[in-house]
């Protein structure tokens, strides 16, 4: 079955820089496009970008854009978002998901199929 | 714009029918996805593509789509369906996700 494991939960200072790791087993890792969407307390769910494990590549929210490093470790299947210059506002939750999209006609549809449990991320001094 | 657009809250009588709006742009072109979360567990999946349910989701989750708006209806609500619903979509090149802000469902 598949599943998404997230690292446990992490406390930083502002300034300082945080890694999340998500480790994907039950499926082809490469085969599936992962991204990372965080949620601040009492908030909405925060689209933060994706990689491509295959290739590596990535694209990320122009709002993360200089502060976050999305990579991954294929021998290992585990996808890593790293997010540095911490600020007080980032304290979120932070959830890797695994995306699918297919196309009908002229239509395209995406969606996260799995989820990692959470990691909480609380930046305080 | 890429923008999704949800009422903040919502809610149903016990056995009675509920539709959760989202509104934007890229719904045109790009189906909504679905999401179900309850306090302090990750979201779920609930409906996805033109309206498809993934294993274990009850039939009384449904979804449609028309223009800019895409909705996800409830038919027959219980208890355990007071969750927050988010919807998904992609913005109008395709490499970039975006949410909906969240609509709080609430049974009576």
């Known amino acids: 079955q598949v599943q998404l494991v997230q690292s446990g939960a992490e406390v930083k200072k502002p300034g300082a820089s945080v890694k999340v790791s998500c480790k994907a087993s039950g499926y082809t890792f490469t085969g599936y496009y992962m991204h990372w969407v965080r949620q601040a307390p009492g908030q909405g769910l925060e689209w933060m970008g994706w990689i491509n494990p295959n290739s590596g590549g990535t694209n990320y929210a122009q709002k993360f854009q200089g502060r976050v490093t999305m990579t991954r470790d294929t021998s290992i299947s585990t996808a890593y978002m790293e997010l540095s210059r911490l600020r007080s506002d980032d304290t979120a939750v932070y959830y890797c998901?695994?995306?699918?999209?297919?196309?009908?006609?002229?239509?395209?549809?995406?969606?996260?199929?799995?989820w990692g449990q959470g990691t909480l991320v609380t930046v305080s001094s | 714009s890429s923008e999704l657009t949800q009422d903040p809250a919502v809610s149903v009588a016990l056995g009675q029918t509920v539709r959760i709006t989202c509104q934007g742009d890229s719904l045109r072109s790009y189906y909504a996805s679905w999401y179900q979360q309850k306090p302090g567990q990750a979201p779920v999946l609930v409906i996805y593509?033109?309206?498809n349910r993934p294993s274990g989701i009850p039939d009384r989750f449904s979804g449609s789509s028309s223009g800019n708006t895409a909705s996800l209806t409830i038919t027959g609500a219980q208890a355990e369906d007071e969750a927050d619903y988010y919807c998904?979509?992609?913005?109008?090149?395709?490499?970039?996700?975006?949410f909906g802000g969240g609509t709080k469902l609430t049974v009576l």
């Open positions: 998904n979509s992609r913005d109008s090149s395709g490499n970039q996700a975006v």
């Open positions: 998901a695994r995306d699918r999209g297919y196309t009908t006609g002229t239509t395209t549809s995406y969606y996260f199929d799995y």
């Open positions: 593509g033109k309206n």
